[in-house]
Nanobody
Framework: QVELAESGGGWVQPGGSLRLACITSARDFIIDDMAWYRQAPGKQRELVASIAKGGATKYDLSVKDRFFIFRDNTKTTVYLQMGTLKPEDTAVYYC???????????????WGQGTQVTVSS
């Protein structure tokens, strides 16, 4: 009953900006942490940024001060505002949420299908 819909990917020139959005449909679930990961060809999936339910954020050093993650808890949507994009940012970006069933303690991770971001001149 948890569905993630990602959008905002595409092509952009170096130095450009892009905003990713992940709209969640989690009937009877409570969303805790939300995050964005990315995976470039030949590399492992890595954490880009995360945001806790209370708003605390964490960023990978490579994107700190360039990317910003924020969430709309009422709409259960998480965004990733990407600025000053570099070719090395090229990857498939995945939305991830940690959610638990209403009135349950155990939480599980859920993933989107990914959206391609390509940065090139």
């Amino acid at each position: 009953q948890v569905e993630l819909a990602e959008s905002g990917g595409g092509w952009v020139q170096p130095g450009g900006s892009l905003r990713l959005a992940c709209i969640t449909s989690a009937r009877d679930f409570i969303i805790d942490d939300m995050a964005w990961y990315r995976q470039a060809p030949g590399k492992q999936r890595e954490l880009v940024a995360s945001i806790a339910k209370g708003g605390a954020t964490k960023y990978d050093l490579s994107v700190k001060d360039r990317f910003f993650i924020f969430r709309d808890n009422t709409k259960t949507t998480v965004y990733l505002q990407m600025g000053t994009l570099k070719p090395e940012d090229t990857a498939v970006y995945y939305c991830n949420i940690r959610a638990r069933r209403f009135l349950h303690v155990e939480a599980n991770d859920y993933w989107g299908q990914g959206t391609q971001v390509t940065v090139s001149s």
